[in-house]
């Protein structure tokens, strides 16, 4: 039996670049190198250019088209991406094929279209539902576009949609947040993400942040909405499976959980990143971008390169890091790789660890404690590593 390949497609457009965003991405309507319809033509070109091996040994199960504001371009270029990897791979019937979009994009012609080409999941970004804070965001839409929006994507006949909230925002307070999960759970979408706002180099909050214009919730008050998020998604029924990720049973994102679990997956299109044969290579950030492998001579560097890979991916899940896998993947106990964190008492209130009867590590994963302090945690066993 082939194993299973996810496909991720950057589409780099946007409307508008909002206030907070650092990933690759330029605006439509601006003086660009490529058009989306000359863009679509070489992430076609790459597609097709993908090895015989990849292409006859792996069934590709999820698909996801990210950006950018991969909605914010015709229909007609997003189906011609989509054909070309249905002629290029080999796709299962039961594929989930998602789509990343926002509300100020979506109309019931778009919508009805992406499901007419096959795509049966989308993730739109609403951040939240007060204009007040959707403005400070840089938004284009407003709250009442972006509950029109979820009408339409439910009236096309989507069944798995997801939103994207955002907490610790310029001006948000803990009531403002408790009000957007309200109406969101209201909704009953099947996937919610909710992310702590990053101020990240190079963006507007960045530059105002750094001028001490940007005033955002305390390290407290972002702790207290990340605790009402989860305390508010478990009460309506959704599985907390992933940091910031929560779903109904059943509607866990396909495609992410293999970033998560170190599984193979291909990258088209400006700055996509590939994992495939134990190999990690990536496309630059310009419109007319090329391929760049990493390759290391050093054997040693490399393995514990993928370690630490694998500790930062597969932490992040709420059921923690499995050390068998660990082991087969490696060669080495997780016990013998990281036994200097597993017996500090500074580090074992951000930990959970669960033993065999036999007394050996099956499961380790990021405590209550450890959920609030996710990055330094990380860091710690990343250290560890080069030591």
Request: some cysteine; proline content about 3%; charged content about 30%.
């Amino acid at each position: 039996m082939a194993e299973t390949l996810g496909i991720y497609v950057h589409i780099p457009y946007c409307l508008k670049k909002c206030s907070y965003c650092d990933f690759v991405s330029f605006p439509k309507d601006g003086d660009l190198d490529l058009s989306p319809d000359e863009y679509a033509y070489r992430v076609c070109r790459e597609i097709e250019d993908t090895s015989g091996d990849i292409k006859d040994g792996y069934t590709v199960d999820t698909v996801y088209f990210g950006g950018g504001t991969p909605s914010c371009i015709g229909t007609d270029m997003i189906g011609r991406i989509l054909l070309c990897l249905k002629k290029t791979f080999k796709i299962s019937r039961d594929a989930e094929i998602s789509i990343e979009i926002n509300p100020e994009t979506v109309t019931v012609e778009k919508a009805e279209n992406l499901r007419f080409l096959g795509f049966n999941r989308v993730s739109m970004g609403v951040q939240s539902l007060n204009d007040e804070i959707l403005s400070k965001l840089g938004r284009v839409h407003n709250s009442e576009k972006a509950l029109e929006a979820y009408r339409i994507l439910r009236n096309a006949g989507f069944r798995n949609i997801n939103l994207d909230l955002m907490f610790g925002v310029p001006g948000q307070t803990l009531g403002i947040w408790k009000d957007t999960l309200e109406k969101i759970i209201e909704l009953g979408p099947e996937h919610i993400s909710f992310y702590s706002l990053q101020i990240e180099e190079g963006t507007p909050f960045y530059e105002e942040y750094r001028n001490g214009d940007l005033e955002i919730p305390s390290w407290k008050e972002n702790r207290e909405m990340y605790s009402c998020a989860l305390e508010m998604l478990k009460s309506a029924g959704y599985v907390h499976y992933e940091i910031s990720n929560a779903s109904k049973p059943g509607f866990e994102c396909r495609h992410n959980y293999k970033y998560w679990t170190m599984k193979p997956y291909l990258g088209f299109g400006t700055s996509a990143h590939s994992y495939i044969y134990d190999k990690r290579f990536f496309n630059t950030g310009e419109l007319e971008y090329t391929r760049v492998f990493e390759e290391s001579e050093d054997e040693e560097q490399e393995l514990l390169d993928r370690m630490g890979d694998f500790v930062f991916t597969e932490l992040r899940l709420i059921e923690g890091i499995d050390t068998v896998q660990f082991r087969e993947l490696f060669g080495r106990s997780f016990e013998d790789v990281f036994g200097k964190i597993l017996v500090s008492e500074n580090m074992l209130p951000y930990l959970e660890i669960r033993r065999s009867g036999s007394g050996d590590i099956e499961r380790l994963a990021l405590s209550r404690k450890g959920l609030d302090n996710t990055n330094p945690v990380m860091q710690r066993f990343i250290e560890t590593l080069y030591e």
